[in-house]
């Protein structure tokens, strides 16, 4: 991404250019969205943030800006926005319409810097779009609820260096479900009855040290960004291995909460 850093800068000599992640899996729109929703609150208001993720234009997936939670996130309609848009209601969503552009095959460098640079210098969205109302959502992920509520069924959406696996369960809905209940986590053959605040959660400090668990064990907590995490104690991707690898879990893989 040298050449749209390079763009930005040219537009922009004194703009300060922040990498969030250039390790997306190719296309993985869901794995964008929970990072963005994730990264974005760490930003000052007024934040341009430009997002390179399947941003080939197409009847199906416009060129847009939505403008939410007083930053600016120029963008494909892939969905990639919902999971903020979700939970905040944008202020403005602009259809990018630049006169005599064409986007090519390199859109994120030959649109969106224009536009990131357009809306930094304090531009108008009116000048580089139309009003938009066909914004997509990520409705696949979404967790289902079945057997009258005693069930909860979700997928991973992200793993990260560790190997430590995000669910698309939020604590918020296990909660409103759990109504007080024991419960068991079900990752293929791998059944977790405990969700901790914290990885160390998993240590009982009360109890001799060959008594514990720790390094190498299964663990299940609420993360950072308030999803259900699995994870190994203390685990190396590289080497011993992660809850990806040991835990046999890939994207998109099933997760199950039942209530006892």
């Keep these: 991404m040298g050449a749209v850093k390079g763009g930005i800068l040219s537009n922009l000599p004194d703009c300060n250019v922040v990498d969030i992640s250039h390790a997306i899996s190719p296309f993985n ?6 990072i963005l929703r994730n990264a974005y609150r760490s930003f000052p208001k007024g934040t341009v943030h430009v997002v390179g993720v399947d941003s080939e ?3 199906e997936n416009e060129h847009i800006v939505v403008q939410v939670d007083g930053q600016y996130f120029v963008s494909a309609n892939s969905g990639v926005i919902s999971l903020i848009t979700s939970e905040v209601q944008p202020e403005k969503v602009v259809e990018i319409n630049l006169p005599n552009a064409e986007a090519g095959a390199f859109p994120v460098l030959n649109i969106f810097v224009q536009v990131a640079c357009h809306i930094a210098r304090g531009g108008k969205l009116e000048v580089i779009g139309r009003p938009f109302q066909s914004l997509k959502e990520l409705r696949d992920f979404e967790p289902r609820i ?3 509520g005693k069930t909860i069924t979700g997928n991973v959406i992200y ?3 560790y190997g430590n696996v995000v669910t698309n369960i939020q604590k918020s809905l296990f909660e409103a479900y759990r109504s007080g209940r024991d419960f068991e986590i079900i990752a293929r053959t791998t059944i977790i009855r405990q969700v901790h605040q914290s990885y160390n959660g998993i240590i009982n400090y009360n109890l001799e040290r060959n008594q514990r668990k720790g390094p190498g064990d299964a663990l299940a907590l ?3 960004a308030g999803y259900i995490e699995l994870a190994i104690y203390k685990s190396d991707l590289n080497s011993v291995g992660g809850a990806s690898s040991l835990l046999g879990l890939n994207y998109r893989d099933t997760v199950t909460i039942n209530f006892l």
């Design 29 to 34: 729109i869901q794995e964008c969205a929970y």
């Design 57 to 59: 234009i197409s009847p």
């Design 146 to 148: 079945t057997n009258e």
């Design 159 to 161: 793993i990260d260096n």
């Design 222 to 224: 609420f993360n950072s």
